[in-house]
């Protein structure tokens, strides 16, 4: 997983995210916290910890490897969140005026 995670996505965290999911857990994204000193490839996850039913039993700060955490399910696009540009067609010939 490398890119970032988004309020409303939900993870899978095992061994493969930290040692200490040895038994693995399910967590909802509250946010990254990107202002905490890491070292590379790892990072600060505020979430929250879900029951087998999707409930939050726990609200968690979580130091996890980016390559170690499985994206279960991405959280919509809000309508104020920015997206890429979209490039421009040009359809006639370039300089002309």
């Known amino acids: 997983m ?3 995670l988004r309020a409303g996505d939900v993870v899978r965290l095992t061994t493969a995210a930290s040692v200490q999911f040895r038994d693995p857990i399910v967590v ?9 000193h890491t070292y590379d490839g790892w990072f600060w996850l505020d979430a929250y910890e879900l029951n087998p039913k999707g409930e939050a039993i726990a609200r ?10 499985q ?23 370039v300089g002309v005026v």
């Open 2 to 4: 490398t890119d970032t």
């Open 28 to 36: 909802r994204v509250i946010r990254e916290l990107p202002d905490r």
């Open 60 to 69: 968690r700060e979580l130091y996890v490897r980016r390559n170690g955490v």
């Open 71 to 93: 994206v279960q399910f991405r959280a919509p696009r809000r309508a104020n969140e920015t997206r890429p540009p979209t490039p421009i067609r040009r359809t006639g010939p």
